[in-house]
């Protein structure tokens, strides 16, 4: 089989004559693009002749002195499953791909929203996982690496949608290629190429910045490996050195004789606290170190015999977590979920007792708000869940200074370095578009992402020489606390740079998620909407449906009529479904200004197919802002097909 050649990719320069190696993108399971031209590249020993067969087209050609080949395959129609066949001038010599499908692929990159895969949304979507034997869809996700070096290949493999598979796809990516599927009938493939906090200028190549000469600069920098390797070995000596004071100084566990990871009596010293939350607004303002938590829980006989599971959602920063003194798990990230299996027989019936070692380096520390909170089973049924929320015990271990992470450079998230990486071995391999889920990482620089994004789209598009290659962007979805009052935010400034970018770059679409996100999660768990928006944005702009409707209401122009403004859409009207509503209840979120530029909450009411918005507070209204938040929690400006508007602004303030 073809996955047994891959290994000796790393042996190129010692090529024989018995070999033939094709990069691991082009193996078994595949999924060719429909109706481009296609290549099959690879390694073998120079001056071979080499035959290939696929799909009724034959070809040969002979291997160069670099140990190069390539075919150029004509375009070809939607089908397979099909065979493709490399052989040599020694007969021996030969290789086969298996299982070959023939439809639309498509690129999912971003940051950790398209990162996020489908395990981590698994008790949400337990009956769609089951549901996932769908062998026409299918993924290669690319490794996780990075660095500056050109790469010959990208490493990973193909994998057909299926239940033991599915759980590692990227949520979005998956969702995504099944409603594309269910409506074209077509095998659909998923390169997968994201990670995790990535700004979008690690994903453009050196020609793609060269209007932004800061940014090369900074590459060119750290292209220096030996200045590189100082960096990061100075970061990991700061870290090791903070982590190993800590280690040292912390109450809890640096006395053999009284460890409080462990059921102890004396917690006459221990103070209360309510989580979640953080320790900093109830009691210990500015912390930094190790805190230690406690929980005492009542387990009925009848959940000792089941499976369990303990949730605590989200931990700010790394927690280390016991059960009756012994260790469950540990997590080294805020960002990553608390779902730990409990061993069977360590909850006894009655009394035990959780502890949790929480190390916080900067910022604030506690059990994140807005998840799940309990011991439960498995499977839960009515009663056979615990309630961990409400009053804990807790007890500082030590206090410390915060670990100077701010100064640190993330190498990963570096200008260029994800395009070397993980685009760039890509670039061969003919694609339908790209699916793009990104923008976090650059709210704090709104006013340069559209131009940077185009950059981008521009790069990619010259790179796999499409010039009207399809590029769908997700919104940035609602995050952190609601305002109290209207107010800035850099969030709704980068959505609004993504709005004017989809609608000012040809062969581009938008699809909005200001209603998917959470409140105290930055990755929200409804993966399957957003891959459901997202394809019905590849029907409009992709596959050139001009009867589905892919976007909620978007603003167009607005009139004054004495204290009142009236806003105009477009997307509105023009067939069925496409009208206004206000969900569940009425409008919110709207503010409303005067020529002094202070905002205030207005009311707002759809009237013959605009919507007028008004307040007592300013009498001469010369602006309006819609969903202007990081999380406008509650915005319901919809059409009738169920799709919101994206947030906006009448002003340029």
């Not at 309510?274 to 230690?292: C, K, R």
């Not at 960002?335 to 035990?352: D, F, S």
């Not at 615990?386 to 007890?395: A, N, T, V």
């Not at 769908?472 to 980068?494: E, G, K, R, T």
Request: one cysteine or more.
């Amino acid at each position: 089989m073809l996955k047994k050649t891959f290994i000796f990719l790393l042996l190129l320069p010692l090529v024989s004559a018995a070999q033939i190696i094709l990069p691991p993108l082009l193996s078994d399971n595949m999924v060719l693009q429909r109706d481009q031209a296609l290549k099959i590249w690879g390694w073998a020993s120079p001056g071979e002749e080499l035959s290939l067969t696929f799909n009724g087209f034959r070809a040969s050609t002979k291997v160069l002195a670099d140990s190069t080949w390539e075919f150029k395959l004509p375009a070809m129609q939607a089908g397979g499953p099909y065979d493709l066949e490399l052989k040599g001038t020694n007969e021996k010599n030969r290789l086969k791909v298996y299982n070959i499908l023939i439809g639309d692929v498509w690129l999912c990159s971003g940051q950790s929203n398209m990162d996020y895969q489908l395990h981590k949304s698994s008790d949400l979507y337990k009956a769609d996982i089951k549901a996932s034997l769908q062998p026409e869809i299918r993924e290669f996700a690319v490794k996780s690496d990075y660095g500056f070096r050109h790469k010959k290949y990208a490493e990973g493999s193909w994998k057909e949608a299926r239940p033991e598979n599915v759980m590692r796809f990227s949520a979005v990516g998956y969702f995504f290629a099944l409603e594309l599927y269910k409506k074209y009938k077509i095998p659909i493939g998923i390169i997968h190429s994201s990670y995790p906090g990535t700004p979008a200028e690690s994903w453009i190549s050196a020609e793609g910045l060269k209007e932004f000469p800061p940014y090369r600069q900074k590459a060119d920098l750290f292209k220096d490996s030996a200045y590189t390797h100082k960096i990061v070995q100075a970061q990991k000596r700061i870290s090791a050195d903070w982590l190993d004071v800590i280690n040292k100084l912390d109450e809890g566990s640096s006395s053999p004789q009284r460890l409080w990871k462990n059921n102890i009596s004396d917690l006459k010293d221990w103070h209360t606290i309510s989580f979640p939350g953080f320790i900093e607004d109830q009691a210990e303002p500015d912390f930094n170190g190790v805190l230690w938590i406690k929980k005492k829980v009542h387990i009925p006989a009848r959940m000792t015999q089941s499976r369990l599971v303990l949730e605590l959602g989200l931990i700010d920063d790394i927690d280390s977590t016991y059960i009756n003194g012994v260790n469950i798990g540990s997590r080294d990230n805020k960002y990553l979920v608390r779902k730990y299996q409990i061993p069977p027989g360590l909850l006894k019936e009655g009394e035990n007792w959780i502890t949790l070692r929480i190390v916080d380096k900067e910022g604030k520390c506690g059990i994140v708000q807005g998840k799940s909170y309990q011991i439960r089973t498995e499977d839960p049924l009515p009663g056979d869940a615990i309630d961990l929320s409400g009053e804990w015990l807790y007890k500082v271990g030590y206090r410390s200074a915060p670990l100077p992470s701010e100064k640190f450079v993330s190498i990963d998230k570096l200008p260029e370095i994800m395009y070397y990486s993980k685009i760039e071995p890509l670039i061969k391999y003919a694609i339908r578009g790209v699916a793009w889920y990104q923008g976090e990482s650059n709210t704090s620089k709104y006013s340069e992402y559209k131009e940077l994004l185009a950059s981008l789209i521009n790069d990619w598009r010259n790179k796999w020489q499409l010039r009207e290659m399809p590029f769908l962007i997700v919104q940035l979805a609602n995050y952190m606390d609601p305002p109290a009052l209207p107010s800035a935010s850099d969030w709704a400034l980068l959505r609004e740079a993504q709005a004017k970018l989809a609608r000012e770059v040809s062969n581009s679409g938008l699809a909005v998620a200001i209603d998917f996100g959470e409140q105290y999660d930055i990755h929200p768990a409804n993966k399957k909407d957003v891959g459901r928006r997202l394809a019905l944005v590849a029907r409009e702009v992709a596959y050139g449906d001009s009867t589905v409707i892919s976007s909620g209401p978007v603003y167009r122009s607005m009139s004054i009529s004495k204290n009142k403004i009236d806003l105009y859409f477009d997307k509105v009207g023009d067939q069925s479904g496409d009208e206004l509503e206000a969900r569940n209840g009425a409008l919110k979120h709207f503010a409303i200004a005067g020529e002094d530029k202070v905002f205030h909450w207005a009311k707002a009411k759809i009237k013959n197919g605009r919507v007028q918005v008004w307040s007592k507070k300013v009498k001469q209204p010369v602006a309006v802002r819609y969903a202007w938040a990081d999380n406008p929690q509650g915005c319901n400006l919809y059409n009738k097909s169920g799709l919101p508007a994206s947030p906006f602004r009448t002003d340029q303030w």
